[in-house]
Every structure is written in structure tokens, then in C-alpha cells.
């Protein structure tokens, strides 16, 4: 077997089926390698795989890899395994002395994108682990998204916004573009979310962060001013999509104006429960 480059070993890695193919290759080239690169195999092998922990053995006892090395000097291994959904190799890289604790807020991309795509099944050993550590999920990122947006923007798994939402997880929160979870019911992946997200009065009245707009499909524009209700972004989201017609598909328009008209009926039925309540 010859030699082969740092980053061919980290593509093996990343691809490989075989624990035995990457022991083999691990075993061969570990000479060759500096402590730090063989601790950059080392978040390789817990980021892209979850069971190939005698190659992880042989590159700590053998290659001195660092469990607290940080990926591009700024991600530590265990919240690399922790983004990439792998719970075995957390638990892994805690018995070798990583932690889950939070001390940058760098670390909090790594919790929160987990709940961009999974299904809630996929991941519930992970966040079993992380309430465990003391993780909660009520938190903005640097970006200003939160766990409650990303899976409202991208998510298709209404369990998940569910499970945030029983979390007590502050869905008025703003993003960058001045708008809430709420505002993005509408267009979420999912499409009844509006039902779990929007239940109060106060979720009616919550108001834009400034004047803005959102572009929630191509060639619909939906400007807002300041301090525009949710109810009134309805309406403006309405007008836009009747507006834009002809410029999108119709399975398009159809698609999303008729679930304006829905959260529009629901809010209706909100205010008449209310004023029927007083």
C-alpha cells in the first residue's frame, strides 16, 4: 500500500463503508502525519462516521489526536458530530473527555442546523443527549435565525416545530430580515405548521421589526412597514400573490394563496372565539 495525501484519506473517510479499509489506511500512513493532522482525521472520522471507533482509538493512542482540537481552529470535534447528527460519536468523544459545554457561541450553529432537515426520530437521541448536557433551544445565532426558524424555513417534519414549540422555544423572535417564525407559517415546508404556530391573539398581532418585505417565491414581492400586524402581512401576502399572478406558475399561486386564505379563515375563527370568550 502507498502513501496517500491528508486530504485522499479525509475523502476515504468520508465515503468509506469499511471500518477495516479505514484502519488500514490509517495504520499505514499515521507516520506521516502531524499530531493536528491526525486530529483533523480524527473530527473526520466523528463527523462522517458513527461506528469506526477503533480507527479512532489508533489515531488518539497512536497518532496523539487531540479530542479537543477545533475544526478550523474554531469547532470543536463533539459539536462536529453533534451538527452532523451522529449521537454515537458524541458519546464517544465524552468517555474521551470532550464537552458539551457552550463557552462560544460559535458552537450554537452546530445545535441549532440540526433541526434544519431531520425528521424529529432521527434526531431524538441527539437531543436526548444534549437536555441531558443542559443544551436548551431558546437561542439566537450570531445570524440571527434560531432553532425555531430553520426548521420553520426548511424543515418538511411538523414534529419538529412541534417538539421547539413544547420546548418553550420564543417564536417572536426576529430575523435579520425583521420578520418572525409566525411570518414564515405560510410558506413553511410543512404546510398546516400555521395551526401549531399561530394560536394566540397575540400571535395575530405580532408586528413586523421594521420595514421590510419578503420574496417568498420567485417574482412575488410582499413589502411591509413598521409595526404591520401578522393579520395585515396576511392581507399585503394576498394582494402580492393576486398582484404576481402572471408571472409564476399556477400550481404555485394556487398552492400558496390557498393556504393564505386558510391562515386568513383561522384567524378569523380566532377573533370570533375571542370576542364570543370576553
Do not use: V, W
Given at each position: 500500500m502507498q502513501k496517500i495525501s491528508l486530504q485522499e484519506l479525509k475523502r476515504k473517510i468520508r465515503n468509506s463503508q469499511d471500518p477495516?479499509?479505514?484502519?488500514?489506511?490509517?495504520s499505514y500512513n499515521l507516520?506521516?502525519?502531524?499530531?493536528?493532522?491526525?486530529?483533523?482525521?480524527?473530527?473526520?472520522?466523528?463527523?462522517?462516521?458513527?461506528i469506526f471507533f477503533e480507527a479512532a482509538e489508533l489515531l488518539i493512542k497512536t497518532g496523539g489526536a487531540d479530542i479537543h482540537y477545533k475544526k478550523?481552529?474554531?469547532i470543536p470535534i463533539i459539536f462536529c458530530a453533534v451538527g452532523a447528527n451522529k449521537p454515537m460519536a458524541v458519546e464517544y468523544a465524552l468517555t474521551k473527555g470532550a464537552s458539551l459545554l457552550v463557552d462560544n457561541p460559535d458552537y450554537l450553529f452546530a445545535i441549532a442546523y440540526?433541526?434544519?432537515?431531520?425528521?424529529?426520530?432521527?434526531?431524538?437521541?441527539?437531543?436526548?443527549?444534549?437536555?441531558?448536557?443542559?443544551?436548551?433551544?431558546?437561542?439566537?445565532?450570531?445570524?440571527?435565525?434560531?432553532?425555531?426558524?430553520?426548521?420553520?424555513?426548511h424543515n418538511s417534519n411538523p414534529e419538529v416545530v412541534q417538539f421547539l414549540l413544547s420546548e418553550g422555544v420564543n417564536k417572536y423572535a426576529y430575523d435579520e430580515d425583521g420578520f418572525t417564525a409566525i411570518h414564515y407559517?405560510?410558506?413553511?415546508?410543512?404546510?398546516?405548521l400555521y395551526k401549531n404556530i399561530i394560536t394566540s391573539i397575540d400571535d395575530v398581532l405580532i408586528t413586523t421589526q421594521y420595514a421590510t418585505y419578503m420574496e417568498p417565491v420567485a417574482n412575488c414581492i410582499i413589502k411591509v412597514e413598521a409595526d404591520t400586524t401578522f393579520?395585515?402581512?396576511?392581507?399585503?401576502?394576498?394582494?402580492a400573490f393576486l398582484h404576481n399572478r402572471h408571472r409564476m406558475f399556477e400550481q404555485i399561486f394556487e398552492k400558496y394563496y390557498y393556504r393564505l386564505h386558510m391562515i386568513a379563515e383561522h384567524i378569523a375563527l380566532m377573533w370570533e372565539k375571542a370576542s364570543t370568550a370576553r
Open positions: 477495516d479499509e479505514i484502519i488500514t489506511y490509517i507516520a506521516h502525519y502531524t499530531k493536528d493532522e491526525n486530529s483533523a482525521l480524527l473530527c473526520e472520522l466523528l463527523e462522517y462516521q458513527e478550523e481552529g474554531m440540526i433541526f434544519r432537515q431531520h425528521r424529529l426520530n432521527t434526531i431524538a437521541d441527539m437531543l436526548l443527549i444534549l437536555i441531558q448536557h443542559n443544551i436548551h433551544f431558546n437561542f439566537t445565532l450570531e445570524d440571527k435565525e434560531t432553532p425555531l426558524l430553520l426548521a420553520m424555513k407559517a405560510p410558506f413553511a415546508k410543512s404546510p398546516y393579520e395585515e402581512f396576511i392581507y399585503l401576502a394576498l394582494n
